[in-house]
């Protein structure tokens, strides 16, 4: 299918961006053909400029949990932009956004509001580093938590898309602080405790592994985590820049009945605007500037449209019923996926937990980052494309994941499952010719 419109803007973006694209996930590098450049979003669509329209799972990454454009949404950040964009001091905007996420995660007694997921996890390790004297952090592989150097030592997400997990420039310094443990992998945890306990800040996790597509932590896993931080004073920091406020107000912390130290928070929060948080007990938090001496700063964060963006989005979450139709939409459309599966001879896993969800293209269970990487990304990209020209958006890697939104109608997952099923049939009939 040629996509002029589309193909003349990703020619022009060439010439003004590395790649076309200002994050490289955006740039279909995995999944081959040429980007979408997208105008408009409403509700559970988006439409491209050629005037296509998707329902879309992208839902930008996952902040988008009300949909494109929800009129709450627009309606504070219209409201908020005409009393000024940007202050650069306190503002009650911040307020009400900090006591929302307070509410709903009591692990954050204090918090601090930046910009991204990014900064958010490179805060929140600096100062577990700082407070516990030590300077090794543990990640597990296939976890990506933002592009801060140590962090992107064996990442999922874009640097896994695009084959460059450990990348170059980050210092051998800087990675050596670093140690990558298997996810799920809870011998190895005890292992690498019983040897460098001592030595040890942090260990930082998605409590649900969502940037090597979607990878549950198994039974166990997220509890002995919790101990051995505890037992070895290392803190846990939760990485919930996909699980808070998707999985239930409370995020994974809440689903799991795990409570970490630190907990990272990312664009959810902002209602698709650019924010993040990081936060945790109070003695802990009462470590940075200006209360004490580990410094971190931004001239944006806190800023008044993302604050009233994210509040209004939250609210809108608080909404009597609001997770309980998400569940039964996802549900829905688990269920339709399944069957749609079933019928291909395509061997596949389908992952969800609540509104999030992912497909595997592999015969075996997955639970760790060889499991992911055992699967046919290739046959992802197919799928990727025949439910593109079917009109379903899904996310452009086979490492990612796709989230349902309170948008998403009924009708809406029909269509979906319409879409996959025909798609799969197509891709099961080439797949047995070839
Ligand atoms: N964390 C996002 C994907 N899981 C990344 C989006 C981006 O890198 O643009």
């Known amino acids: 299918m040629t996509s002029t419109h589309s193909d003349a803007l990703f020619q022009a973006a060439l010439t003004l961006f590395p790649g076309g694209v200002n994050s490289p996930v955006r740039a279909f590098a995995a999944v081959g053909g040429t980007p979408r450049f997208l105008t408009r979003g409403e509700g559970s669509r988006v439409w491209d400029a ?74 929140a390790v600096r100062l577990a580093r700082a407070v516990t004297k030590r300077d090794l952090a543990i990640k597990f592989a296939g976890c990506y938590h933002g592009h801060a150097d140590g962090m992107l030592v064996n990442a999922g997400s874009g640097p896994l898309t695009l084959g460059c997990p450990s990348s170059p420039g980050v210092p051998a310094a800087v990675a050596a602080q670093t140690m990558v443990v298997d996810y799920n992998d809870t011998d190895a945890l005890r292992a690498v405790f019983a040897q460098r306990g001592d030595q040890i800040a942090c260990a930082i996790v998605e409590p649900v592994a969502a940037n090597m597509g979607l990878v549950p932590p198994q039974s166990g896993f997220l509890s002995e985590l919790r101990a051995l931080t505890r037992s070895h004073g290392a803190l846990l920091i939760f990485d919930e820049v996909i699980t808070g406020f998707r999985l239930g107000l409370g995020g994974a912390q809440a689903r799991y009945q795990v409570s970490p130290d630190l907990t990272c928070l990312g664009k959810i929060i902002g209602g698709g605007l650019p924010v993040g948080a990081f936060g945790g007990r109070a003695e802990i938090m009462e470590r940075l500037a200006p209360l004490g001496d580990v410094y971190q700063a931004g001239t944006l964060s806190g800023n008044p449209v993302a604050m009233a963006a994210g509040a209004a989005q939250i609210r809108v979450l608080c909404e009597p019923g609001a997770y309980e139709r998400l569940e039964r939409t996802s549900e829905a459309l688990e269920a339709g996926l399944r069957a749609a599966f079933k019928e291909c001879d395509i061997p596949a896993q389908l992952h969800r937990i609540g509104s999030i969800f992912g497909f595997f293209f592999n015969a075996e269970a997955v639970r760790d980052l060889e499991g992911v990487r055992r699967s046919d990304a290739k046959m992802y990209a197919r799928f990727f494309h025949a439910m593109l020209e079917r009109g379903v958006y899904l996310a452009p890697s086979a490492f990612e994941v796709g989230f349902v939104s309170l948008a998403h109608s009924p009708s809406d997952i029909q269509n979906t499952v319409a879409a996959a099923a025909d798609a799969l049939a197509t891709l099961g009939q080439r797949s047995r010719r070839s």
């Open 50 to 123: 050629d005037g296509r329209e998707y329902i879309d799972y992208l839902g930008s990454w996952g902040p988008l949990i009300a949909g494109h454009a929800h009129p709450a949404i627009v309606t504070a950040v219209t409201r908020a932009a005409a009393r000024g964009t940007s202050f650069g001091a306190p503002n009650s905007y911040e307020l009400e956004l900090g006591r929302l996420i307070k509410q709903a995660m009591p692990s954050m007694e204090l918090m601090r509001f930046v910009n991204s997921g990014t900064e958010a996890a490179m805060s």
